[in-house]
């Protein structure tokens, strides 16, 4: 079984600041982990994926993350966040067949 | 972006009445899932589908049911709708990897339903 936790249901940044978005996840077998964001009555969609290789990972829009095997961590980070970086953001964990999200974070951006 | 549609986008229904949500891919994927997202709760696992007849249950089943009779098409019924289906339901498609396990995921644009 597989499931994710994700430390932090508001974050609030002032533009230019880093973004930090903390996600921890518990896997039975060697963990696939995503980040998705959602922006305001859409769909979900892929910022970036851990499959196996490189631990630090690159996405769009600037953001990339790290996964940490013996922290069992896979953190979101932007150096600068943008206004228009302000939506929710899910961390996921792929098992066997199905993935698990954790419950969201809502990032705001102060001017 | 990937094609996936979902209709209806909007629904207002009564307490105990069926309804059937509808979820077609133009991606020729092989794995389908129903999603449903409420404050607090992220995204739950509702039903999955791995192929063609192939379906099982996720976290949060009951209540629901689904068929898979074409590769493209996943459908999503709630028999005697109830006020807590109320919620945003997400369908979204995945081509396995190498290893068999699902890869990234692509969502529709998800349908909102409201059980009056």
């Known amino acids: 079984a597989q499931s994710v936790t994700q430390l932090g249901s508001h974050v609030s940044v002032s533009e230019g600041a880093l973004v930090l978005l903390r996600c921890n996840y518990s896997?039975?077998?060697?963990?696939?982990l995503f980040w998705y964001v959602q922006y305001p009555n859409q769909g979900l969609q892929l910022l970036l994926k851990y499959t196996t290789g490189a631990t630090l990972v690159k996405g769009i829009n600037g953001f990339e993350a790290e996964f940490k095997k013996s922290e069992t961590s896979f953190h979101l980070t932007k150096p600068s966040a943008h206004m228009s970086d302000a939506a929710e953001y899910f961390c996921a964990v792929s098992g066997r067949v199905k993935l698990s999200f954790g419950a969201g974070t809502t990032v705001t951006v102060r001017a | 972006d990937a094609g996936i549609t979902q209709s209806p986008r909007h629904k207002v229904t009564e307490t105990g009445t069926p309804v059937t949500l509808r979820c077609h891919q133009t991606e020729n994927h092989r794995y389908m899932y129903w999603y449903r997202q409420d404050p607090g709760h992220g995204l739950r696992l509702i039903h999955y589908s791995y192929g063609v007849k192939d379906t099982d249950k996720g976290e949060v089943s009951d209540g629901y049911s689904v068929s898979r009779s074409k590769t493209e098409d996943f459908l999503l019924t709630l028999e005697s709708a109830t006020s807590s289906q109320t919620s945003v339901y997400f369908c979204a498609i995945s081509e396995s990897t190498g290893g068999g396990t699902p890869g990234e995921l692509f969502f529709g644009e998800g349908s909102r339903l409201t059980v009056l």
């Open positions: 896997s039975s077998v060697p963990p696939y």
